[in-house]
């Protein structure tokens, strides 16, 4: 099993749709959790880390599920501009090394 | 966005060339990362310094030497690469201790011939 997977997608979308990204991870211990956006031909920016109560950020909410050892990204009323690609970061306790999955495409068309 | 820099933005070169690439962060981090993207694939981390020295390296071939001579500045020395090692190369940096957001810069893609 992969330590980081994420369906790679694409998620093609209108304008103005809800959509949800999950990404599960292997390592029980991990302790930090972080979701990354690429643009095509860009380096990798942070878009939101992923607190254990949840966190939300304007039309992006993050959650964490222990339990079931995977982190879900929803972005609501979605923009074109939101067209990217959405990476999943984790990293395990004790560590600074993140592992990145291989990201999830989304396309928001007109 | 000018936090961490990178040059050449694109190199090209033959299997017999050596070529550095060269990474400076401005924004007084202590960690410092460089990974390879390849098309479809995770990126892949090659190696990481904290406070000037190596603390992982990911079975990376010795074609590819990285040297960190101060917490600004991380290079990666190419020699004798193989067509295979065609991507995008990204350094990014982070404080140390715990992890933080890294910024990453804007990378250079790298052709081998």
């Known amino acids: 099993r992969k330590e980081v997977e994420q369906d790679p997608g694409p998620f093609n979308v209108p304008e103005g749709a809800t959509v949800a990204f999950n990404c599960t991870y292997s390592?029980?211990?991990?302790?930090?959790f972080f979701w990354y956006r690429q643009d095509c031909r860009k380096e990798p920016k942070l878009l939101m880390s992923?607190?254990?109560s949840g966190n939300e950020d304007g039309r992006f909410t993050a959650q964490l599920n222990r339990a079931s050892q995977y982190i879900s990204l929803l972005i609501r009323d979605s923009k074109l501009s939101d067209s990217a690609t959405y990476l999943c970061?984790?990293?395990?306790?004790?560590?600074?090394?993140?592992?990145f999955g291989r990201g999830t495409s989304l396309i928001v068309h007109p | 966005e000018t936090g961490v820099t990178q040059t050449p933005r694109h190199l090209v070169m033959g299997m017999t060339n050596k070529k550095s690439l060269k990474c400076e962060q401005h924004?007084?981090?202590?960690?410092m990362y460089w990974y390879k993207q390849s098309a479809k694939k995770p990126l892949e981390l090659m190696f990481v310094?904290?406070?000037?020295?190596?603390?992982e390296n990911n079975s990376v071939p010795s074609r590819f030497s990285p040297e960190c001579p101060n917490s600004s500045h991380l290079f990666l020395h190419l020699h004798t690469l193989q067509p295979e090692d065609s991507a995008l190369y990204l350094c990014?940096?982070?404080?140390?201790?715990?992890?933080?957001?890294?910024?990453f810069g804007p990378g250079t893609r790298l052709t081998v011939l």
């Open positions: 990014a940096s982070s404080q140390e201790a715990t992890y933080n957001e890294q910024f």
């Open positions: 390592n029980s211990a991990s302790q930090s």
């Open positions: 992923v607190y254990s």
């Open positions: 970061v984790v990293t395990s306790g004790g560590s600074y090394i993140p592992t």
């Open positions: 924004l007084g981090h202590n960690a």
């Open positions: 310094y904290s406070l000037e020295e190596r603390v």
